[in-house]
């Protein structure tokens, strides 16, 4: 049986990144050799050092809204956080963390300082609110905050909107970055395109339940969250070109990991997926495994060890504590070869 046990370590709390780093690609880079059982390390903007020739690296385009919205109550003036999680339909309505959520009523309107938009709560239990506008995301840049992970320490800054952003984000639907991405710039990219590596895009949108914990001691009984994604013919075609060439599929972040084998387990280029990668799943499409390091008993560091082998991820890791590298979503990269 796997054990939530298995998939603990010791992190000091300093070693959670708070800021992110003014140049992307300084970022530090340890290399998982899953052959040689080797480790090595280095700084992110020497990957091309280590990827194998000619691949396609996997990224997810999907853009975090900022969706943390702060406001006031307007029957007292008291302050309301409202936290958008999904869009309901067509209608200016979310589903959302309200707080504090026992002391909003229905009906009761909440407002944003120097702002003619507001949201009115339309129901209490299921936290529905339904704005006074029909182009809410367009307003959201102005209203909202960037929605840093319960683990970030303090509150957003103005920088955020820039580097909690892929440099490639296109479609918004995130809470939460996929954070794999964040090392690359635009002059790495092309340096890469440089050395022969190809770029595709897929999307999934992470939504606010990745960071649910895990509870069960018997992992294979958790019931994993939900989220969209999707991916198109061309890409599909550019992905199955590289694999029929002998050439390597890197997934760039365990959410374009999870986008290429929901399509390999279910032949749909879209749609909603709850697969759950744990250590003894069968990889079909992809080759290599860039990623940051993720949380004790989280399904990211489940399914990071399904692909490198628990043994040695669990070293790795104790490796990058020793080292003091930075962990979670501003952190460091791991590349898995």
């Known amino acids: 049986m796997l054990k939530l046990s298995d ?26 050799d899953r052959g040689g059982k080797s480790l090595c390390h280095d700084v992110f903007k020497n990957i091309a050092r280590y990827l194998p020739q000619g691949s396609t690296m996997v990224l997810n385009n999907s853009k975090v809204v900022p969706a943390r919205l702060l406001g006031k109550k307007e029957s007292t003036g008291a302050n309301v956080e409202i936290f958008l999680l999904k869009k309901i339909s067509d209608e200016p309505s979310y ?50 905050h960037v929605p840093l992970p319960p683990y970030i320490k303090r509150p957003d800054e103005s920088a955020d909107r820039e580097f909690y952003q892929t440099v490639y984000a296109r479609h918004y639907g995130s809470v939460a970055a996929p954070t794999a991405g964040l090392h690359f710039t635009d002059a790495l990219m092309n340096d890469l395109k440089g050395c022969g590596h190809g770029f595709c895009e ?12 895990v509870e ?37 972040g365990t959410t374009s990991c999870r986008v290429l084998e929901s399509y390999a387990k279910t032949g749909r280029l879209e749609g909603e997926t709850n697969l759950f990668i744990y250590p003894g799943y069968d990889f079909r499409l992809v080759d290599v495994l860039l990623t940051n390091f993720h949380l004790p008993q989280s399904t990211l560091l489940m399914l990071v060890s399904a692909f490198g082998g628990l043994d040695l991820i669990q070293q790795a890791y104790r490796e990058a504590v020793k080292e003091k590298y930075r962990f979670f979503s501003y952190g460091d990269a791991m590349l898995i070869l």
Do not use: C, W
């Open 7 to 32: 998939f603990t370590y010791k992190l000091p709390e300093d070693l959670i990144a708070q800021r992110p780093l003014k140049q992307r690609d300084e970022a530090r880079l340890l290399v998982v």
């Open 95 to 144: 589903e959302a963390l309200l707080r504090p959520q026992k002391r909003l009523k229905e009906g009761e309107r909440v407002i944003f300082e120097g702002s003619k938009i507001y949201a009115e709560v339309i129901d209490q239990k299921k936290r529905i609110v339904r704005f006074n506008a029909k182009d809410v995301e367009s307003h959201l840049e102005r209203i909202g």
């Open 202 to 213: 897929v999307t999934l949108h992470i939504n606010y339940a990745t960071f649910k914990p």
């Open 216 to 252: 069960e001691e018997d992992i294979t009984r958790h019931q994993m969250h939900i989220e969209h994604y999707s991916m198109s013919a061309p890409v599909l075609q550019d992905i199955l070109k590289t694999k029929e060439s002998g050439q390597k599929i890197v997934a760039v």
